[in-house]
């Protein structure tokens, strides 16, 4: 079994499942302990969205990380994607700056606490920013990915 997640010739299907968990697992546990209560199909499915893009943005950082040329790569993509998970709460409580009164809290783990709280149209804009985040280091991995290509 862990040949087949942790395996170099690990089929794309297993990872796809174990990362479509991760990110429904907290949704899932929000429902249970209802919290998402007042929210109907179109606040989960843009919950939904938030988590899937903090997702894409944590793993296209994650694979740069994992394509320089230092040693120990893995531990320092470890510890940056730790960082970005929770540094921006740790920040954001430490100032004090509550969930309800500022939409920086939409770029972090914990939007489904602020996402009650902002308007359609700033949680559309963010949705716009975090792809538009996504989209430039896709492109930067493109060429990453390119160069490596090239030197092999």
Same mark, same amino acid.
Not at 1 to 21: Q, R, T
Not at 84 to 95: N, W
């Given at each position: /079994?862990?040949? &087949?997640?942790?395996?170099?010739? +690990?089929? !794309?299907?297993?990872? *796809?499942?174990?990362? +479509?968990?991760?990110?429904? !697992? #907290? ?13 109907? @199909? ?5 919950? !939904?969205?938030?988590?899937? +893009?903090?997702? /894409?943005?944590?793993?296209? *950082?994650? @694979?740069?990380?994992? /394509? ?6 893995? %531990?320092?993509?470890?510890? *940056? %994607?730790? !960082?970005?998970?929770?540094? #921006? ?26 996402? +009650? ?10 949705? &716009?920013? @975090? $792809?538009?985040? $996504?989209?430039? &280091? ?8 390119? %160069? ?5």
């Amino acid at each position: /079994m862990s040949d &087949l997640i942790w395996g170099e010739k +690990s089929p !794309a299907i297993v990872a *796809i499942a174990i990362n +479509s968990v991760i990110v429904v !697992a #907290p949704l899932v546990i929000g429902a249970l302990l209802g919290i998402f209560v007042n929210f109907g @199909q179109i606040g989960m499915l843009v919950l !939904a969205s938030f988590f899937v +893009s903090l997702m /894409m943005i944590y793993a296209t *950082i994650t @694979q740069l990380i994992l /394509m320089m040329k230092t040693p120990k790569r893995s %531990l320092l993509a470890i510890a *940056i %994607l730790v !960082a970005a998970v929770f540094l #921006p709460f740790t920040i954001l409580a430490r100032l004090g700056i509550n969930y309800y009164h500022h939409t920086i809290w939409l770029f972090s783990i914990f939007f489904p606490l602020a996402i +009650s709280f902002v308007d359609i149209n700033t949680m559309f804009m963010t949705l &716009l920013s @975090q $792809l538009s985040i $996504l989209i430039l &280091l896709n492109i930067q991995l493109r060429r990453q990915l390119r %160069l490596a290509g090239e030197s092999a």
